[in-house]
C-alpha cells in the first residue's frame, strides 16, 4: 500500500483554487492534467467526491454536475454487478487495489471501453477510508474501443432468446420454454443476427457481450434491460 501511496503523492501538484477536499479523503484534482490520465476520488458510497480536470473532460461535465453523484452513473449497465462486487471488497478490506476493464458511459450516452484501477486510500482519521480511481482518457488510450450506446434494439422475445443462446440452450428446448414453434425461434435468431450483423450463433453472443447488450459476469446471461423495448 506504501508503494501504491507514494506513487500517487509523486504526481501530486498544487492546487490553487476549488473547494477544499473532505477531510481524510485523496485530491483529485491536484494530479496532473498533463498525463491523459483520468482521476477521481470516492467515499465508500461510491460517490464522487473531487476529480482532475480531465476526468470532467472524459464525461463532459463540470464539477458541480459530477461530483456527488455516483461513480456507477458513469459505468454501463451491463458492468455494474461485478464491479460494484470488486468495490465492495476493497471497502471490506479484502483487497487494496484492482485492475479491471470497464465500459465507461459519456454524458451523450456514448459508450467506451477502458482499464480501470482503483486503489483504497486509508485517511488520517479512524475508519476514513477512500478509493482512488484512475483510467486513461480515451483520447490518448489508442484503441479504444467504442460500443454501442443503451439503445432499446430489442423485443421481450428477442431479449430472452439471445439469453438462451449465450447459456447454450439449443434450439428445441428454447422452443419449448419460450412456448415458440422451433420455426419461430430460427425466426427470431435470424432477426437477431441481422441486427446486430453478425453470421452465426457463436458471433451474435461475441458480439452482444461486446455492445454491453448481455450483463458480465452473471449466470445465467442476462441482457440489460435498457436495451429491451
Known sequence: MNSVLASVESARVTSQDGPETPAGYPDARTQSDQSGLCMASLDT???????????????????????????????????????????????????????????????????????LTAVSVRGGLPDTTAILVMMPATRSAEGARVVAGRKKILSEMDARILEGIAAGVSTIPLASRLYLSRQGVEYHVTCLLRKLKVPNRAALVSRAYSMGVLKVGTWPPKVVEDFVK
Open 45 to 115: 458510497s461510491l460517490t464522487i467526491q473531487q476529480a482532475n480536470q480531465e476526468f470532467f473532460r472524459q464525461f463532459d461535465g463540470s464539477s458541480e454536475e459530477l461530483c456527488g453523484r455516483s461513480f456507477r452513473d458513469v459505468v454501463h449497465p451491463s458492468v455494474r454487478q461485478p464491479l460494484m462486487r470488486q468495490f465492495s471488497h476493497l471497502i471490506e478490506g479484502k483487497h487494496q487495489r484492482f485492475v479491471t476493464p470497464v465500459i465507461a458511459v459519456g454524458a451523450d450516452e456514448s459508450a467506451f471501453t477502458v482499464p
